[in-house]
């Protein structure tokens, strides 16, 4: 079993920032593939980015690309999502998401662990 915790969440007027950090524990955290997923209220939910286990592999959804930046220190067992020029459009509750996976981590809704969010909220 993992165990994943997420923190940073809050609120921040648009063109601001957050990170948001996610710890896991309970399973070698190198091993794992690693993401973020958010959902707004009414919306279904959405890939955000991921990392594979490595760290050297990326992904980001297309409406994040050049504003979020993920990454991971698999020493502290936590993965990380720097969050800038944030817009309205981001509010959402975050979530932190882990999987022995990678080739379908940003399509796959059955993952193999979950987070129970963070909230964003920005304001216009």
């Known amino acids: 079993q993992v165990q994943l915790v997420e923190s940073g969440g809050g609120l921040v007027q648009a063109g601001g920032s957050l990170r948001l950090s996610c710890a896991a524990s309970?399973?070698?955290?190198?091993?794992?593939?690693m993401g973020w997923f958010r959902q707004a209220p009414g919306k279904e939910r959405e890939f955000v980015a991921a990392?594979?286990?490595?760290?050297?592999?990326?992904d980001y959804a297309g409406s994040v690309k050049g504003r979020f930046t993920i990454s991971r220190d698999n020493a502290k067992n936590t993965v990380y999502l720097q969050m800038n020029k944030l817009k309205p459009e981001d509010t959402a509750v975050y979530y932190c998401?882990?999987?022995?996976?990678?080739?379908?981590?940003?399509?796959?809704?059955?993952?193999?662990?979950w987070g129970r969010g963070t909230q964003v909220t920005v304001s216009s």
């Open positions: 998401a882990a999987d022995g996976g990678w080739s379908t981590f940003r399509s796959s809704g059955n993952l193999d662990y």
């Open positions: 309970g399973r070698t955290f190198s091993t794992l593939s």
């Open positions: 990392v594979r286990w490595g760290g050297g592999t990326t």
